[in-house]
Every structure is written in structure tokens, then in C-alpha cells.
């Protein structure tokens, strides 16, 4: 897990449920690990994030549900998604992301 990810989960575990993403996944995205948050409520953005930590795009959430339209296919074909962290308030997650369209 890259560093900047285990920062950012030190400052998730802190917040609330309704304030930190629910849960991150990895998956792969044109190719490369690619890390997807899941917001704790309604209208927020669900970002992904490159390896490096630089927000890719938005591929769910927002009023629509459907993100930013940046990466309409956030997730490449015939990979496969790991949960790399959820919320200790949260309730249990899969290694499916919600919110991502699976081809």
C-alpha cells in the first residue's frame, strides 16, 4: 500500500462514519493499481486515485450517481477489486465496489 494512502487512512479512522469514505479499493484502472474511495453518503463524489495519490477521476456518486463522465470504464475488464480498508463504523464490505459497473 503506497504511503500516501496509509496517511490518509490514519486521518479516515479518526473521523466519523459520515465523514470518511466507507471503504478503499484497489483495482486495476488502464493497466495500473488504482485506488477507489467510497464516500459515506448521497451526493458526494466516489474518487479514484492513481498510485501515486492524484485524483484520476470521479467514476460514481455526485446527484446523478454517475460520477464526473471522466472514466466511464474506471475498471479494467477481467481484473478483480480488493478491499483495502473500511471504516470501523461501517457495515461489512465486499470485495466488490459499490458503485462501480462491473464488465
Not at 10 to 20: C, H, I, K, M, S
Not at 62 to 91: E, I, N, Y
Request: overall charge neutral; proline content about 11%.
Amino acid at each position: 500500500m503506497p504511503e500516501w494512502l496509509r496517511v490518509k487512512i490514519g486521518q479516515y479512522q479518526a473521523l466519523p462514519a459520515d465523514r470518511a469514505p466507507l471503504g478503499i479499493w484497489r483495482i486495476t484502472h488502464n493497466g495500473q493499481a488504482a485506488y477507489y474511495l467510497y464516500s459515506p453518503c448521497c451526493d458526494q463524489y466516489n474518487p479514484l486515485f492513481d498510485a501515486g495519490g492524484t485524483e484520476i477521476c470521479n467514476p460514481s456518486g455526485g446527484f446523478t450517481g454517475r460520477g464526473d463522465g471522466k472514466c466511464p470504464q474506471p475498471m479494467d475488464r477481467g481484473t478483480k477489486a480488493a478491499l483495502v480498508w473500511s471504516h470501523p463504523a461501517s457495515t461489512s464490505q465486499t470485495d466488490d465496489p459499490p458503485g462501480l459497473m462491473r464488465n
